[in-house]
């Protein structure tokens, strides 16, 4: 499985952007997907995930300005709406995928991230 993430960029606080994941390879072993984030001197954090099951769930610090989607039941297409953007949210985006690879266990394959920038 091979992620690349686009839509990143530069915006002013109470902006919004959209950010894409494409998932390409083997697809139908993805069994969840997330987006996590890293600010300047910070650890990366989740921010937003999704099941198999369509289930989702967010930071509470994106709660109500972000929504995680896809593409109907497929795994080809991963987004992240954001709407009332802060300059807090500025860090370098990265889309995540759970793989099973066998019975036993599962990898995380990582995206190049996408850069952020909210101006205040």
């Known amino acids: 499985v091979h992620l690349a993430e686009s839509g990143g960029g530069l915006v002013q606080a109470g902006g919004s952007l959209r950010l894409s994941c494409a998932a390409s390879?083997?697809?139908?072993?993805?069994?969840?997907m997330g987006w996590f984030r890293q600010a300047p001197g910070k650890e990366r954090e989740l921010v937003a995930s999704?099941?198999?099951?369509?289930?989702?769930?967010y930071a509470e610090s994106v709660k109500g300005r972000f929504t995680i989607s896809r593409d109907g039941n497929a795994w080809n297409m991963l987004y992240l709406q954001m709407n009332s953007l802060k300059p807090e949210d500025t860090a370098v985006y990265y889309c995540?995928?759970?793989?099973?690879?066998?019975?036993?266990?599962?990898?995380?394959?990582w995206g190049q991230g996408t850069l952020v920038t909210v101006s205040s």
């Open positions: 390879g083997t697809t139908f072993q993805i069994n969840a």
């Open positions: 999704i099941s198999s099951g369509g289930s989702t769930n």
């Open positions: 995540r995928a759970t793989v099973i690879v066998s019975i036993e266990g599962s990898i995380e394959v």
